[in-house]
T-cell receptor
């Protein structure tokens, strides 16, 4: 079946540094990728929608200059958390839209900023 | 924004008992999906129920949908300790094309 490979699964970084999270569709083309954030004991909140070859659309309250999304190819979408701070510590997960087939989720990235 | 509420927010039961989780949503839907998430892990798709369906079964799972009340329920029968996880309902305006919007979820603990 369709797989979205998300890396890294866990990352610890120092405050002020940047972290890149990759989501790669392995056996299908992902024209649209959704990025979610999940704080402990909370639900998944949509951060942004990325479409291949165009600028991402961000949800209200999500800083586009802090969470850089690149979707340069049909198989790769990346989320870069720039100048990370402890409050950015969260679980980040991507989801590829697959039309009538539904959605395929990555396995998530646990980001801890120290 | 989240689609709606789920209740209970947390549920603790003994192994072998049934667990029922409820979800309400706000807008018209084409389908409603239920997902499971083990602590700190990714999502597992459990079941999808279409707007013209009232009930659907998959193994020990039973999902109902009441579009007049904009609500759905997930029943897990004969629960096992391995069922311990968070369960979310989710809907999308245009399934497969627009993002899923998740409910707040129910944290289920099954005690052996």
């Amino acid at each position: 079946g369709a797989v979205v490979s998300q890396h890294p699964s866990r990352v610890i970084c120092k405050s002020g540094t940047s972290v890149k999270i990759e989501c790669r569709s392995l056996d299908f083309q992902a024209t649209t990728m959704f990025w979610y954030r999940q704080f402990p004991k909370q639900s998944l909140m949509l951060m942004a929608t990325s479409n291949e070859g165009s600028k991402a659309t961000y949800e209200q309250g999500v800083e586009k200059d802090k969470f850089l999304i690149n979707h340069a190819s049909l198989t790769l979408s990346t989320l870069t958390v720039t100048s990370a701070h402890p409050e950015d510590s969260s679980f980040y997960i991507c989801s590829a839209a697959r039309g009538s087939t539904g959605y395929t989720f990555g396995s998530g990235t646990r980001l801890t900023v120290v | 924004s989240q689609q709606g509420e789920e209740d209970p927010q947390a549920l603790s039961i003994q192994e072998g008992e049934n667990a029922t989780m409820n979800c309400s949503y706000k807008t018209s839907i084409n389908n409603l999906q239920w997902y499971r998430q083990n602590s700190g892990r990714g999502l597992v798709h459990l079941i999808l129920i279409r707007s013209n369906e009232r009930e659907k079964h998959s193994g020990r799972l039973r999902v109902t949908l009441d579009t007049s009340k904009k609500s759905s329920s997930l029943l897990i029968t004969a629960s096992r300790a391995a069922d311990t996880a968070s369960y979310f309902c989710a809907t999308a305006d245009n399934p497969g094309n627009t993002p899923l919007v998740f409910g707040k979820g129910t944290r289920l603990s099954v005690i052996a």
